[in-house]
Structures are given as structure tokens and as C-alpha cells.
T-cell receptor, first 113, second 115 residues
Framework: SQKIEQNSEALNIQEGKTATLTCNYT??????LQWYRQDPGRGPVFLLL?????KEKRKERLKVTFDTTLKQSLFHITASQPADSATYLC????????????FGAGTRLAVHP | GAGVSQSPSNKVTEKGKDVELRCDPI?????LYWYRQRLGQGLEFLIY????????KSGLPSDRFSAERTGESVSTLTIQRTQQEDSAVYLC?????????????FGPGTRLLVL
């Protein structure tokens, strides 16, 4: 069955540094991959979608890469700020022709001043 | 504009009781999804609505779980005879269309605790 793995350990970095989060998947060839941000006590918020034919996508300080050979996506936040502290989830669509997603457990990012 | 809302925000119930969780999607969104998030785990897909029909109920854990949607708007997830393993955050999301690529907008969730 399809499986998504994200680093369960929290990532602690200093303000201003680049945070890099990893999403690996197995038994699957998704047409796209999404990244979400989730704050404590809140629902996930969509950040970026990258398609299988795109190697890289950027949005402001965010950058996502998608390597379909390695079955891996990297999520980067440059010039990180304490406000970026949250849990970041990756999600892949299951088959079915509609937007049925499976989510990783997420990686918690803590940016320290 | 208003986002997805869910009620109640928190629910504590005793084992064996029934609970109803409500989701109000963004107005005009035809697709509605229910997910469950256990502590420290990813979101699990439960059920998907297109309009008022549910083409995919494959994620419902057991026949104690049911959901309906009326008026192509509000949806209710009902859990009968709750068990302690039902304790989780139940999240609802909606999207304008049910097709792939569409952004899903999530509500804040209902935190259910079964004692």
C-alpha cells in the first residue's frame, strides 16, 4: 500500500537559516504532491502544489522540489522566522479521479530567535 | 469571507454514547471531505461528498460511523456507540470542485475525547 514518511523528529533551527523538510513515499507514482502547514489546534492550510513534471516550485520564501526517481520531495523555507514554527505536512492524491489525499504525519519545525 | 467551520470545537463523551459532529463548508463548494487525525499521526481519509452524494465511503472505520450532507452544504458525521479508540480530531475540508488539483480548505476540527 502507499506510504508517506516524514521525519518525526522536530527540526530546530536558528532564525534566518534555511529549513529543509523531507517527504518520502513508496509504492506510488503520484501526479502531484502538496505541502500544508498546521498550527496547534488548527486545521491544515494549503501552501504549495507541485506536479510530477515540475522539478521545482517557488512561492515567496518557500521552495519545493519533487524527484519522482527518488520518490522524494524537499520543502525549503529560506530566511526562516519564528512565525514559521509549525508542523508541515505533505500529501499525495490517491487514485480515483478526485482529490482524495493521503497525508504524512508531519514534521514539526521550531525556529528560534 | 467565511471559511470552513466545525462544531463543536471540543466534545467529551462517555464510551457507548452517540456523537454528532457538524461541518459548514465554504458556500458554493461542491466537494466536502472528512478526515480523522489521531495524536501524532497524519490525517486519515474518512469520506468524500460530491454534492449530497457520497461516492467514496471507503475510509469509514466501521459501521458505527456514518455521514450525510444536505442542501449541498452542511455535513454531519455521526459516531454511534463511541469507543475510546474514536478519540481524535475530526477535520472537515471543502473544495470548489471535486477534481484533482483543487485546493482543500480545512476547518479547525472537532476534538473528540471518549472516556
Amino acid at each position: 500500500s502507499q506510504k508517506i514518511e516524514q521525519n518525526s523528529e522536530a527540526l530546530n533551527i536558528q532564525e534566518g537559516k534555511t529549513a529543509t523538510l523531507t517527504c518520502n513515499y513508496t509504492n506510488y507514482s503520484p501526479a502531484y504532491l502538496q505541502w500544508y502547514r498546521q498550527d496547534p489546534g488548527r486545521g491544515p492550510v494549503f501552501l504549495l502544489l507541485i506536479r510530477e513534471n515540475e522539478k521545482e516550485k517557488r512561492k515567496e520564501r518557500l521552495k519545493v522540489t519533487f524527484d519522482t526517481t527518488l520518490k522524494q520531495s524537499l520543502f525549503h523555507i529560506t530566511a526562516s522566522q519564528p512565525a514559521d514554527s509549525a508542523t508541515y505536512l505533505c500529501a499525495l492524491p490517491l487514485s480515483g479521479g478526485y482529490n482524495k489525499l493521503i497525508f504524512g504525519a508531519g514534521t514539526r519545525l521550531a525556529v528560534h530567535p | 469571507g467565511a471559511g470552513v467551520s466545525q462544531s463543536p470545537s471540543n466534545k467529551v463523551t462517555e464510551k457507548g454514547k452517540d456523537v454528532e459532529l457538524r461541518c459548514d463548508p465554504i458556500s458554493g463548494h461542491t466537494a466536502l471531505y472528512w478526515y480523522r487525525q489521531r495524536l501524532g499521526q497524519g490525517l486519515e481519509f474518512l469520506i468524500y461528498f460530491q454534492g449530497n452524494s457520497a461516492p467514496d465511503k471507503s475510509g469509514l472505520p466501521s459501521d458505527r460511523f456514518s455521514a450525510e450532507r444536505t442542501g449541498e452544504s452542511v455535513s454531519t458525521l455521526t459516531i454511534q456507540r463511541t469507543q475510546q479508540e474514536d478519540s481524535a480530531v475530526y477535520l472537515c475540508a471543502s473544495s470548489l470542485l471535486p477534481t484533482q488539483w483543487e485546493t482543500q480548505y480545512f476547518g479547525p476540527g472537532t476534538r473528540l475525547l471518549v472516556l
